[in-house]
């Protein structure tokens, strides 16, 4: 017996940390295997739409850490060139209006924070631009591809810095903080200058098709805390004329200025009312001010994206319908709502070119976790692939993913994604791991899911996964949503009791081998 179980705890450390024999087919997936798969992200296409940019992170064993470099290849797929390979890594790729340009974010050289840098689009050594006192993030060409807007925060003071040299820097909590402001670089010379300054700080921005206006979002602080402090406003691209849009205690996010100039796009978790948890919307509102209005009040989900179309007679918008997410096309005079995806997927990034007239989005399925595709933004258009990154996951025995429904404690119908044993036989029942998602305010949706989930490696070691999107779970309508509301987990446990009673009523699952896990708001659940 001591001797099976020697044996017994090898096979499952093999399977944990080890691969298969050469030669081997296929094979189960182990810790590290889920480590060193690449995640894929901000995707980028030219203004011609014949390329994409895109940033691959990969586990650097030896850095103990991820590493991200840019990457580029023909909108067919073909030519896929590697860009960049600085030590640290770089990010935010951005294509210049002309195309001929790719401005990104590194740190390099004598610099220890991420900087400016520009480089031909047919590669070789890249420029640094910037030489900013403090870190440079959200950047922006204009459209006339002369300047970049860019974020820092303001560089401290001779005074801190001084005290901070001689560790006199003792400070309040969430009061060490420097306000972040926008700024423009000149491609050409590198000269620096202020567009915003002020006792408040610039969250997020957005300049306009034609160049002449910016949305931005300002708070008190930048301090996550105050965001929900934080407002819409809109001024000259000089930083001229700012007129706030919004006075709420709401936050939102994503403004954008139409392409005529007469309105504003963006997002908030918010009902009609601004009042608080609810799925979010896309509000629209008159540049010149006024009240916002929801552009699709009926669409019963979650939207988590969106922009103009070239007209500015539609806004394109990411919607999270429960356990898949979809691009959607919405009327901006009538709100009528088309749905312009269908799958088995989620949608993991998502860009409008409207130049080129096409979507460019990262599409997680449930054996890959997000390659890019295209979409034209014409109608009946199917989405075509660009990236094959993920093919070699073929190598691997991946576990089988379904939409798993059942009826709640008080008979609401709740669903959540299910994974199956690798070897799973009807007629026998496994073991059950419960995975609870946290926010509570998100939801799980097809793809491959995240390594700290380990799916695939509890799917070999023969368990089922379900992954549930119990009572306070977005893109099943606001009364689904906000059922926890006053009432913290009221429902949702016993949602998640009941798919797991529904699983062993249907002779899968054995009840006496079951485990719970989760994370933040999933995690209160499973110290319930």
Request: glycine share 10%.
């Amino acid at each position: 017996m001591t001797r099976l179980r020697i044996l017994t705890a090898l096979s499952v450390v093999c399977l944990l940390l080890g691969g298969a024999a050469e030669g081997q087919a296929q094979r189960a997936m182990t810790l590290v295997d889920l480590l060193e798969v690449p995640r894929l992200s901000d995707p980028q296409l030219s203004p011609d739409g014949g390329h994409v940019l895109y940033v691959l992170a990969e586990a650097d064993w030896e850095a103990n850490r991820a590493i991200s470099h840019i990457w580029r290849a023909d909108a067919d797929g073909s030519n896929t060139v590697q860009l960049t390979r600085g030590e640290d890594g770089e990010s935010n790729p951005r294509w210049s209006p002309d195309g001929d340009l790719v401005a990104f974010l590194a740190a390099r050289g004598t610099a220890d924070t991420a900087q400016i840098h520009v480089l031909s689009n047919q590669g070789g050594e890249a420029r640094q631009l910037t030489h900013h006192p403090t870190a440079v993030s959200s950047i922006a060409w204009s459209p006339d591809g002369r300047s970049i807007h860019f974020l820092a925060a303001d560089e401290k003071s001779a005074e801190e810095q001084a005290r901070e040299a001689e560790q006199d820097d003792v400070y309040a909590f969430e009061e060490n903080f420097q306000h972040r402001h926008l700024w423009t670089v000149t491609v050409a010379t590198g000269a620096t200058a202020r567009v915003t300054e002020g006792d408040y700080s610039v969250i997020d921005y957005d300049l306009s098709r034609d160049g002449t206006r910016i949305a931005l979002h300002r708070a008190p602080s930048p301090v996550l805390e105050y965001r929900d402090a934080s407002e819409v406003w809109v001024m000259g691209a000089d930083g001229s004329d700012p007129r706030r849009l919004t006075t709420n205690a709401v936050p939102e996010s994503g403004a954008q200025v139409s392409p005529d100039g007469s309105r504003l796009l963006f997002l908030s978790r918010a009902n009609q009312r601004f009042e608080k948890y609810y799925n979010s919307n896309v509000f629209v509102v008159p540049a010149e001010g006024g009240p916002a209005t929801v552009l699709a009040p009926d669409l019963p989900y979650e939207l988590s994206d969106a922009a103009w179309s070239a007209d500015g007679d539609a806004v394109f918008a990411v919607v999270n319908m429960g356990v898949h997410s979809e691009l959607f096309r919405l009327d901006v005079a009538t709100g009528e709502a088309e749905q312009l995806t269908d799958g088995r997927h989620s949608i993991g990034a998502w860009n409008l070119e409207t130049a080129a007239g096409q979507h460019v989005l990262i599409l997680r399925r449930p054996h890959n976790p997000g390659d890019v595709w295209l979409l034209d933004t014409g109608a009946g258009a199917a989405p075509t692939r660009v990236t094959r990154v993920f093919d070699y996951l073929r190598d691997f025995r991946l576990p089988r993913q379904e939409k798993a429904q059942w009826t709640g404690a008080d008979g609401v119908t709740v669903e959540g994604l299910l994974f199956y044993p690798l070897d799973y036989e009807e007629g026998r029942r496994y073991p059950l791991v419960i995975q609870t998602h946290g926010g509570p305010q998100a939801s799980d949706k097809f793809g491959f899911g995240a390594p700290r989930n380990s799916i695939q490696v509890l799917a070999a070691l023969g368990y089922f996964v379900l992954q549930p999107n119990y009572r306070g779970s977005t893109g099943y309508g606001d009364a689904f949503l906000r059922d926890m509301v006053g009432g913290y987990f009221k429902n949702a446990h016993l949602d998640v009791i009941a798919g797991a009673d529904h699983l062993i009523a249907a002779g899968l699952v054995d009840g006496e081998r079951m485990a719970k896990m989760g994370w933040s708001g999933g995690g209160h659940m499973t110290n319930k």
